[in-house]
């Protein structure tokens, strides 16, 4: 057989390679590692940690804010939210866009309760895959709410679990207009899957806004801060430096409404502009409300 000459060539390069191959994983490779003789000196200052609202690490994780999408702006419909009836209630939940908190928040829940008692009607939102509560712990609930005229029910603010309530308090005086309300819920248990429950028995219409749920002990003792625990792992790191914002959501999936302001992030909670923290492909999207911080 004769071989052409572009052919040849292939063989003979293949056998030389594979030759080459051969004695390579022969030889025994060696490595001199000479700890007296260091190399550049690298300054303690270039340690540092790197925080990205990606993946829940604000939202969900550092943040010690307890609710998922308090203000109601993470997606078209109540994300985190779900209607919660018991006995013979009856109602329903919606977005809605009439009479808004403010402009910064445009969405409020609103609760239609068509039948009350005996039972009650209310939402649920269990958080960020279920809610920690420790037994012991204070956690403390604020919330915006009005009522439609000719409601006289109050609202009864829970912690509870499955077939389990661990924390209770009512509130009342709702009226017309937005107004904040806020106590404190001290859990008589321990469990890291409970919910937050705000529900009533009396038959009428309620919007709700920025409900937030927050752990008493956050780092430092801060209102609006940070988890106690996670905070504590980084402290500990002792980085000399943090770089915030970092990454791509320092400029966000589109600068006019994705990119992190400094200036929006130290308003009131009420008032601060959600943007976007996450995109895939363009048509998957998770929210932030740039809570973290004073």
């Given at each position: ?256 409404h994705g990119a992190f302001s400094g200036r929006e992030s130290v308003q009131r909670l009420q008032q601060r502009l959600v943007g976007v923290a996450e995109r895939v492909f363009r048509e998957v999207e998770r929210r932030r409300d740039d809570g973290q911080g004073r």
């Amino acid at each position: 057989m004769v071989l052409r000459e572009p052919l040849l060539s292939v063989v003979v390069l293949g056998l030389t390679l594979a030759v080459t191959g051969a004695a390579a994983l022969a030889q025994k490779a060696s490595l001199a590692v000479q700890a007296d003789s260091p190399g550049p000196r690298i300054s303690p200052r270039l340690w540092g940690i790197f925080f990205e609202e990606i993946n829940h690490a604000g939202d969900g994780g550092l943040y010690a804010e307890m609710v998922r999408n308090r203000g109601f702006e993470d997606a078209a419909g109540p994300e985190g939210w779900r209607l919660l009836r018991t006995g013979d209630g009856e109602g329903s939940i919606a977005l809605d866009t009439g009479k808004p908190l403010n402009d910064a928040t445009p969405h409020s829940l609103r609760l239609e309760v068509t039948r009350g008692g005996p039972g009650r009607v209310g939402v649920a939102n269990a958080g960020y895959w279920g809610m920690a509560v420790r037994k012991g712990a204070q956690y403390g609930l604020s919330f915006h709410a009005r009522a439609a005229r000719g409601f006289s029910g109050r609202l009864t603010a829970s912690l509870e679990g499955l077939g389990a309530v661990y924390a209770r308090e009512q509130v009342g005086g709702l009226g017309t207009e937005w107004k904040r309300f806020s106590c404190t819920l001290t859990a008589s248990d321990t469990d890291s899957a409970a919910q937050l429950v705000i529900a009533t028995d009396k038959p009428g219409t309620v919007w709700l806004d920025v409900v937030s749920l927050f752990p008493k002990d956050t780092w430092r003792g801060r209102p609006n801060g940070l988890r106690a625990d996670l905070a504590r792992m980084l402290f500990d790191l002792r980085p000399s430096f943090v770089r915030f914002p970092g990454g791509c959501f320092v400029e966000g999936d589109q600068l006019e409404h994705g990119a992190f302001s400094g200036r929006e992030s130290v308003q009131r909670l009420q008032q601060r502009l959600v943007g976007v923290a996450e995109r895939v492909f363009r048509e998957v999207e998770r929210r932030r409300d740039d809570g973290q911080g004073r």
